[in-house]
């Protein structure tokens, strides 16, 4: 080894990295009607708002996924944690839509406010941006907290359209890719 030391540090990061991932969220931000009991402890943590877990949870998303909602080959932190955080990550996007009232429809508009346009776009931090039907297909089956079937209804016809303008853009076929997307994305919320 060259480095032994360097290879000691990067194992622990990738150890801590690991056990962050698969603790997330470390707390659950406010909301009304939630008592946080401790004792008479004092909480000395930041909790987070709704909003900023949300910019966490789609950030940490673009850095552990391919573009096509597959995990990265090697990720810091192991494949493993690094699924189950996606997995987990799925439910808490409903989460936030259906109990701290995040709309879904307006994730991409939130997160430019955030970052910034530019940022969004490069890291891919919108879900508008997920552009493989799979990964929106299994995010509209999630049982876990579940916005309103309108709603999703709604978000499914804005991806569609987002699809068909960015395969337009691309040189793709914006019709076909339109109705594929359609279709399927009705036969999940079927």
């Known amino acids: 080894e060259v480095c032994p030391l360097l290879r000691t540090t990067l194992g622990r990061f990738e150890k801590a990295l690991g056990a962050w991932l698969c ?9 009304r009607g939630i008592v946080r009991g401790g004792g008479g402890a004092v909480v000395r943590h930041h909790t987070p708002t709704a909003e ?4 966490e949870l789609y950030t940490v998303l673009a850095i552990i996924c391919e573009p096509d909602g597959s995990m990265l080959a090697s990720v810091a932190g192991g494949a493993e944690s690094s699924e189950q955080f996606r997995q987990l990550a799925m439910g808490w996007i409903f989460k936030l839509a259906s109990v701290y009232r995040l709309d879904l429809r307006q ?18 931090l919108s879900v508008l941006s997920w552009h493989h039907e799979d990964r929106v297909h299994e995010l509209l089956r999630c049982p876990f907290f579940r ?13 569609a359209e987002e699809q068909s303008a960015w ?15 359609g279709r399927r994305l009705g036969e999940s919320l079927a």
Do not use: N, T, Y
């Open 23 to 31: 603790d997330w969220p470390g707390a659950e931000p406010k909301r």
């Open 52 to 55: 900023e877990l949300e910019l």
């Open 107 to 124: 994730q991409p508009e939130r997160m430019s406010d955030a970052v910034g346009l530019e940022v969004v776009a490069r890291l891919g």
């Open 147 to 159: 916005p309103p079937e309108r709603d999703l209804q709604d978000f499914a016809r804005r991806w």
């Open 167 to 181: 395969a337009q853009s691309d040189g793709g076929s914006p019709e076909l890719s339109f109705l594929s997307a």
